[in-house]
């Protein structure tokens, strides 16, 4: 795919608690993608674009407008979704939520730089 992708995806792998970073069309689709061996990316791709559906449909429920990020927090880590542009999302799946704030940092600092090289694709 893009080399430019990959070089933004490996920006959030080199934080050591993340496991995936992947950019997601909005029906689930796999555009790319950094991950740990042994993680069925396709698999987590495919359900973690419903969880993108939820949090938008939400916000329109209670009027507060549409999801800038959701970060949904489980026993053993965190998901991390947020929008890019309305046909593709940034996915991120981290072990441990001490790296949240600088994750949530990289994400604000390179959304248009995803952006961008989506548009190149």
């Excluded at 993108?52 to 970060?71: C, F, H, N, P």
Aim: net charge negative; with cysteine.
């Amino acid at each position: 795919m893009s080399s430019k992708l990959r070089e933004l995806l490996s920006r959030f792998r080199s934080v050591g608690s993340v496991e995936l970073a992947a950019i997601v069309a909005t029906d689930g689709l796999l555009i790319e993608s950094s991950a740990h061996d042994g993680i069925d990316v396709d698999a987590i791709c495919a359900v973690a674009s419903n969880g993108l559906v939820m949090a938008e449909s939400l916000g329109r429920e209670i009027d507060k407008g549409g999801a800038i990020q959701t970060v949904l927090e489980y026993e053993q880590g965190i998901v991390m979704l947020e929008p890019i542009g309305d046909e593709a999302m940034l996915l991120l799946m981290v072990e441990a939520r001490d790296d949240l704030g600088y994750l949530r940092f990289l994400a604000a600092k390179h959304r248009a730089d995803i952006g961008t090289a989506l548009q190149e694709i």
